[in-house]
């Protein structure tokens, strides 16, 4: 580098000798200048020569010019100098490249290739010297600790000059001054607040330091996403003019890429905060054809690409599903729509809508739907689908173009069963329009598959692949397809066609790859014929295929055709893995005796690991997207490589196993289907017993719906009965005069409608009732005071008493619990007798006042008749009453005999329970006097013990033999009462 600057601004080493020691004078003047002003001077003078001599000040000054952001933190004018000095040492200055360059250029045309050689260099020792400076100053993480603590001051000059030394610093050494600032105590938080700086010069650093802090990082990601990074940067987005603002805007969009790709926390973050329903504002662009500034276009591709960051098929499933829900309800999939649809968009913002529409509703079946119904603002209106497969299949489109249209049909197919049934059934003929006004998406896939473009051909094969992938109905369905090739001649299958057309190979003049239309046609005669017999059944019908696929395998074509070979081994393949053996000239035996004497089983199998091995194979397997930099490599699809990977082993399975092997398979086979017809009767089963079981919760429901309706009516009916019972008593009231001739009528043979025999017997059933009752209390007054007696006989200290008195507590316990609820049920129904009882009475009263009262009414005769038919019909509806208690008093004796009975049974249950306490009793005063009795033996024993002690003491044995006697008398004492333990156990 130096030697550059020499010859090309003519520097001699005389005067560099000089500069260093101008830096080295500078350096000693801020090392030991007692003067705050002297060595703000020197430093001031340090930062000017920085830019020209980057190497020799920041090999002399780095280490004096930290000290001074170490001591002078005072004075902002010379902390800012310091800063200033130590970031153009640290990052590379690109404008004196520039001006190199350009006087480079002006040397002789002999050195041009000598001083390119040397101007690299100098180049990349420009950054390797940025690099080593950096490495210098973060060796001591105390240094970024200090640069961090520095950035709180609200100075212009501090600040500033920190932010762009900080961001250079991560330019250089990102990982590494990464992980210094993320163990740093409030780091990434003192850099947050740079976004809320007012001035924007510092704000718009501060998203460019932020840029580089979160590069490939995700626990930074995570720490400034939850210091509220996503609320900051919209509110800067808005401030900026959204998709119209500067390169602010453009600097924002990349920092929230930083944030939320390949981070799931953050990205769930972003949903639940609803900041994706503040994105829609971004997509308001109209139909002018002006304002697209480049910047404009700029911003717009990102903001796209923003959006796939958050919906992409990489993410995992559920966070996709969920975004991909919220961008239909906040209306952003309808307003990227809108931009799909408008006019004057430029190509490659239209091409990024696309994409992204596509992510947008990829199996997302609520989207796909919505996407399903969108129409084209044409006369007439056309579905957007139809809109888009006319691009497609159109050669004058831009390939990008055409890409993202196929990846859009793809993504609206994907897990769509419904959608793959609308595309199919275009191709059928009862929905075939016959007056031709329209165009559907079946024709357009029909005629890019037969055109004379190659690429066509297979956009179209591809696109009517997906349309029958993981659908065997919509196979079968296609089967039935009919094409009229000529006029005069019969139609044709859609099957036979595809094959017609692949026998013929290069025959016909076609415009691309040579091999790109057979590809697309295998990869769709594959796709359609796995998992369905009925189509394989179709395909070897035509009895030119076989041969045809057996002769391509057998052939030694050049290397273009080896893919083609792979394919069709594969496509044969599949014809004998999903044979069902309809056709006896095509059954699976047959076809494999074919491949061993045509072809061989290792060379057909060599054939078919051609696809896998294909350099473009690995590169389509990897994203669903068919993403390709020029038409020659689009030759796999991504789905594709899929069904190879599954059908390749067992393919080679198959054609290596023997015929019983076979017959083994079809039997297991068969098993599991029968297997799985019972599990789906049962299935059913179970289905309609559900759909059977929300029936009777429904007519439950209804059903107790209307039994409150009933209660509240019968409520109703009760109160109004009362009412006219009231309005009955004070008829009787003022109609007793009359009632009362009437009585005199009848000699005082019937009182009010009642017999006197029948009030008489009613009279002595509730004295009988009252009899009753008084019997039932007093038994249960005798059982009760038996209970106290047995628990106030439980005294007994005793194991086994206690256990007995435990049990007999318990069991007295549950009979109380009996007796209580018999008594309140006598209690009950003792209340309902008296009630009964003063409603007799109470009639009884009534009757003797009909026949003592006095009629003083001079009515005629005919008004007494009347009103006597009027009172009979009244005491009619009495007599009912009456038979109705009745019914309630016979009801009540049958509850009281039942209560009796379980009085009984109480009774019997208390009278067992008497007798196996007397029992225990008896055995323990057994026992008792047991224990007695050996208490006495014991006594006469010890008292002969210390009898033979006396006498052997008297004989003068030691002391030795009597501890040993009394061992010996210990033990025995012990067996005693092991021996009495065992026969009281007995006991």
Known sequence: MNFLRGVMGGQSAGPQHTEAETIQKLCDRVASSTLLDDRRNAVRALKSLSKKYRLEVGIQAMEHLIHVLQTDRSDSEIIGYALDTLFNIISNDEEDEVVICFKFHLLLTLIFLKFIIKEENSTRQSEDLGSQFTEIFIKQQENVTLLLSLLEDFDFHVRWPGVKLLTSLLKHLGPQVQQIILVSPMGVSRLMDLLADSREVIRNDGVLLLQALTRSNGAIQKIVAFENAFERLLDIITEEGNSDGGIVVEDCLILLQNLLKNNNSNQNFFKEGSYIQRMKP??????????????????????????????????????????????????????????LMATGIPADILTETINTVSEVIRGCQVNQDYFA???????????????????????????????????????????????????????????????????????????????????????????????????????????????????????????QQCTNILSQGDKIDRRGSKIQTRVGLLMLLCTWLSNCPIAVTHFLHNSANVPFLTGQIA????????????????????????????????????????????????????????????????????????????PEYMIFDHEFTKLVKELEGVITKAIYKSSEEDKKEEEEKKTLEQHDSIVGHYKNMIREQDLQLEELKQQISTLKCQNEQLQTAVTQQVSQIQQHKDQYNLLKVQLGKDNQHQGS???????????????????????????????????????????????????????????????????????KQELATLKSQLNSKSVEITKLQTEKQELLHKTEAFAQSVPVSGDSEATIAAKTTDVEGRLSALLQETKELKNEIKALSEERASIKEQLDSSNSTIVILQNEKNQLEVNIKDSKKEQDDLLVLLADQDQKILSLKDKLKGLGHPEEEEDELESIDQDDEDDEDEDDDKSQGDN
């Open 282 to 339: 971004w997509f308001e662009v109209g139909d002018e054809n002006s304002g697209w500034s480049a910047q404009k276009v700029t911003n717009l591709h990102l903001m796209l690409q923003l959006i796939r960051v958050l919906v992409s098929p990489t993410n995992p499933p559920g966070a996709t599903s969920s975004c991909q829900k919220a961008m239909f309800q906040c209306g952003l999939l309808q307003q990227l729509c809108t931009i």
């Open 745 to 815: 009528h009848s000699d005082g043979a019937q009182m009010n409608g009642i017999q006197p025999e029948e009030i008489g017997r009613l009279r002595e059933e509730i004295e009988e009732l009252k009899s009753n009752q008084e019997l039932l209390r007093s038994q249960l007054a005798e059982k009760d005071s038996l209970i106290e007696k047995l628990k106030s006989s439980q005294t007994s200290p005793d194991t086994n008493e206690a256990t007995a008195s435990a049990r007999d507590s318990e069991k007295i316990a549950e009979l």
């Open 373 to 495: 119904s969108v129409n084209a603002p044409s006369n007439p209106p056309r579905p957007a689908i139809v809109v888009l497969l006319m691009s497609m299949v159109n050669e004058r489109q831009p390939f990008v173009l055409r890409c993202a249209v196929l990846y859009c049909f793809q993504c609206f197919l994907y897990k769509n069963q419904k959608g793959q049934g609308e595309i199919v059934s275009t191709l059928l003929p009862s929905t075939i329009d016959a007056t031709g006004n329209s165009v559907s998406a079946g024709q357009l896939l029909c005629g890019g598959l037969f055109s004379t473009d190659s690429l066509s051909n297979w956009c179209a094969a591809v696109a009517l692949a997906h349309a029958l992938q993981e659908n065997a109905t919509q196979k079968e369905q296609l089967l039935r397809v009919q094409l009229a090739t000529s006029i005069g001649n019969p139609p044709v299958s859609l099957l």
């Open 555 to 630: 052939e030694n074509l050049g290397e273009e055709e080896q893919l083609v070979q792979g394919l069709c081994a594969l496509l044969l393949g599949i014809s004998i893995y999903f044979n069902d053996n309809s056709l006896e000239n095509y059954m699976k035996e047959k076809l494999k005796q074919l491949i061993e004497k045509r072809i061989g089983k290792e060379n057909f199998i060599e054939k078919l690991g051609f696809i896998s091995k294909h350099e473009l194979y690995s590169r389509a397997s990897q994203k669903p997207q068919p993403n390709f930099p020029s």
